[in-house]
């Protein structure tokens, strides 16, 4: 079966320090990814997707970027951390694009 | 971005009480997706509908596809404490996929 993986689970930074999440999924083949942040529990902002390696859609101009270099691993990633880059980071995937989501756990990201 | 109006908002109702939500667009959606948030966790998918006018169940839990494509309700029966959560829509045009600001419902025990 196919499981999602996202790590940390909680994380606290200062600003300006560099983030790294990542996501990886198992038990399937060329999954497109997806990065999601949801603000203030509600509303959730599509980030990044991605229909393969190396293949990288940015949709909302900001402070972070991803990538994928490996199949089933998707990293979201800053140089330099913002306050308001604070909030509820999603990893998700599906087998093709336009089916359904299966979302990971989530990492809870505070900036200080 | 697509815009995708859920309501309501917010929800506080005692258990055993039924519930209803929607999602409505100006935009038509070729799928419906019904999500359900626990506090810090991911999305976990409840329903999925494909055509318009479906009708599909899961447990007490009811959700349409409205015939013009640019809704979608859902339904809870017999509401428990643990249906406590937010619930999100999501409507699919193309590959993409948006979705609906959330509504946080709360049983009272």
């Known amino acids: 079966s196919q499981t999602i993986h996202q790590w940390p689970a909680t994380l606290v930074q200062p600003v300006g320090s560099p983030l790294s999440l990542e996501c990886t999924v198992e038990?399937?083949?060329?999954?497109?990814l997806y990065w999601y942040r949801q603000a203030a529990g509600r509303g959730l902002q599509l980030l990044f997707y991605?229909?393969?390696?190396?293949?990288i859609s940015s949709e909302v101009p900001q402070n972070l970027s991803a990538s994928r270099p490996q199949d089933r691993q998707f990293i979201l990633s800053s140089k330099k951390l913002l306050l308001s880059d604070s909030g509820f980071y999603l990893c998700a995937w599906s087998v093709v694009q336009g089916s359904g989501y299966t979302f990971g756990s989530g990492t809870r990201l505070t900036v200080v | 971005g697509q815009q995708l109006n859920q309501s309501p908002q917010s929800m506080f109702i005692q258990e055993g009480e039924d519930v209803s939500m929607n999602c409505t667009s100006s935009?038509?959606?070729?799928?419906w997706l019904w999500y359900k948030q626990d506090p810090g966790e991911g999305p976990v998918l409840l329903i999925a509908?494909?055509?318009?006018?479906e009708l599909t169940s899961n447990g007490r839990l009811t959700a349409q596809f409205g015939i013009t494509r640019k809704d979608s309700f859902l339904n809870i029966s017999a509401s428990i404490p643990s249906d406590v959560g937010i619930y999100f829509c999501a409507g699919r045009t193309g590959n993409q996929f948006y979705f609906g600001t959330g509504t946080s419902l709360t049983v009272i025990p």
């Open positions: 509908l494909y055509k318009a006018g």
């Open positions: 935009s038509i959606f070729n799928t």
């Open positions: 991605s229909v393969g390696i190396g293949q």
């Open positions: 038990g399937t083949s060329n999954p497109n």
